[in-house]
C-alpha cells in the first residue's frame, strides 16, 4: 500500500468513527488494538495489516468493508460459494412456474401439503445437522412446489401460507450459513409475509426471529431488537398458553435480541436479555421446539457470542469451558460445532493459538461444511496464519487448506 493509499484508507477509518462517535480509545479497545496503533492507522502513517482487524473495524463501525477498503470488491476474502445458491435464487424467481418439486416429482405434477410438509421438514433438519449439500438440493424444487401450490390454493390460504413460511424459514438459515446475506435477507422476509398470512402467532413469532438475526447481520442492530420484542410482545398477547414451543418461540426472541444488543455494544441490555432467557430455558429443558434449538446450552452458546461482539474474550472462554454439550439434542450439530468455532475466536483474541487450532480441528471434525462456509471462521484462520508458528501450530497451514483459505 502506497503511503497515499495508507493515508485515504486511515481518513475512512476516521469518518466512520466519528460517525458512530466514538473515541479512538474505545475504538482500538474494541477492536485489540492499542490507541497509539489506531491513531497512527488513521493519520496514514500505517496500514491495517490484518484482514480479521479490519473486518472488526467494520462490524464495530457498522459499515461494508468496502466502505472502509475503498473497494466495491466483495470477492476478496475468497469465500467459496455453496453450489445450490444459483438455484435457489433461480427458483425464487420463478414464482410457481413449473419445474420439479422437493424429491424429484415430474415437472407440473401437482404436490400435496403434506408432502411439502415432509420436505420441508427434511431441508430444516438437514440444516440444523450442517448437512448444507443435502439441505440445497432439497431447496429449489421445494421452493418451486410450494409456490405452485400457494397459487393452486390462493394466497390467503393458511395452511399454504404456513408450509410457504417454513420453507423459506429454512431457506432463509441456510442461505445465512453459508454466507448468501441478500438472499437470506430476501427469503427471511418472504418467511415472515407468509407467516402472517397463516394466522399462526407462533409461526409469526418464529419468523421474525429468523429476520431478526438477517438485520444484525445486515448492521442494523437496534432495527433487529426493536423486531425482536416486538415480536415477543405480540407473543405474550395472543398465546396465553405456556406450551413448551410457545417458551421456545420466546425464550429464542430474547437470544435474538441479545445477540442485537451485544453488536450495539449494549451490554447491560445485551445481559439482562440472556438473563430473562436463561430464566425461561430452566422451564423448557434442552430441546429443538419449533426449530429453535432452545436450552440452557443454546444460551449459553449466545452468551459466548456477545462477549465475543462485546470484546471480551476471557468471559467467552470461562462460558463455553463449563458447557456440558452433550445434553443437546443430538440433531443439532450446528450447535455444537458452533462452541468450538466461538471458543477457537476467543483463544485467538487472547493469543492462545495452539488452543484456537485444536478446538478449530474438533469443529471440522463435527461438521467439515460449517467450517468451511463460517465466515468468522475464516478470518480466525488469516489471522492465525498471519504470526503463525510452525512447531506449535503444525496442522493449521492443511487445515487452511481444507477450508480454502490458502
Known amino acids: 500500500m502506497t503511503p497515499a493509499d495508507r493515508k485515504a484508507a486511515g481518513q475512512r477509518i476516521a469518518r466512520a468513527r466519528r460517525r458512530r462517535g466514538l473515541s479512538q480509545a474505545v475504538l482500538a479497545g474494541l477492536v485489540g488494538r492499542s490507541e497509539s496503533w489506531l491513531s497512527q492507522v488513521e493519520r496514514g502513517r500505517r496500514g491495517v495489516d ?191 398458553l405456556l406450551s413448551p414451543e410457545r417458551l421456545s418461540v420466546y425464550g429464542a426472541l430474547h437470544l435474538a435480541a441479545a445477540t442485537a444488543a451485544a453488536a450495539s455494544f449494549d451490554r447491560t441490555t445485551a445481559q439482562s436479555l440472556l438473563a430473562t432467557a436463561r430464566g425461561l430455558a430452566d422451564h423448557t ?14 444460551v449459553a452458546i449466545h452468551a459466548i457470542a456477545a462477549s465475543l461482539k462485546l470484546g471480551d474474550p476471557r468471559t467467552a472462554t470461562q462460558t463455553g469451558e463449563a458447557l456440558d454439550l452433550a445434553a443437546m439434542p443430538a440433531g443439532l450439530v450446528g450447535r455444537r460445532t458452533q462452541v468450538n468455532l466461538d471458543l477457537a475466536r476467543a483463544y485467538a483474541m487472547t493469543r492462545k493459538d495452539a488452543a484456537a487450532v485444536n478446538l478449530l480441528l474438533a469443529a471440522e471434525r463435527l461438521s467439515p461444511q460449517l467450517v468451511r462456509y463460517d465466515a468468522a471462521t475464516r478470518d480466525v484462520l488469516t489471522e492465525l496464519l498471519r504470526r503463525e508458528h510452525r512447531p506449535s501450530t503444525p496442522e493449521l497451514r492443511p487445515l487452511a487448506r481444507r477450508v480454502g483459505v490458502i
Open 50 to 240: 490484518s484482514h480479521s482487524v479490519l473486518l472488526r473495524l467494520a462490524e464495530v463501525l457498522r459499515v461494508d468493508i468496502e466502505e472502509l477498503t475503498g473497494s466495491a470488491d466483495r470477492d476478496e476474502t475468497g469465500r467459496p460459494a455453496h453450489p445450490a445458491v444459483p438455484l435457489i435464487e433461480q427458483a425464487m424467481m420463478g414464482y410457481g412456474a413449473p419445474g420439479p418439486a422437493g424429491g424429484g416429482e415430474e415437472p407440473g405434477r401437482e404436490v400435496s401439503l403434506d408432502f411439502l410438509r415432509a420436505q420441508a421438514r427434511s431441508a430444516y433438519q438437514a440444516y440444523q445437522a450442517t448437512r448444507y449439500d443435502a439441505a440445497g438440493r432439497i431447496l429449489p424444487g421445494l421452493i418451486r412446489g410450494v409456490e405452485a401450490a400457494a397459487r393452486t390454493a390462493g394466497s390467503a390460504s393458511p395452511a399454504a401460507s404456513a408450509v410457504r413460511a417454513r420453507v423459506y424459514d429454512t431457506t432463509a438459515a441456510l442461505l445465512s450459513r453459508v454466507g448468501e446475506p441478500f438472499l437470506a435477507w430476501a427469503a427471511a422476509d418472504r418467511a415472515m409475509f407468509a407467516a402472517g398470512q397463516s394466522g399462526d402467532p407462533l409461526l409469526a413469532a418464529a419468523s421474525a426471529w429468523r429476520l431478526s438475526y438477517m438485520i444484525t447481520g445486515r448492521k442494523h442492530p437496534q432495527e433487529a431488537l426493536g423486531l425482536a420484542m416486538t415480536a415477543a410482545t405480540a407473543l405474550e398477547r395472543k398465546t396465553r
Open 285 to 298: 429443558g434442552e430441546a429443538n421446539y419449533m426449530g429453535t434449538a432452545f436450552g440452557p446450552v443454546n
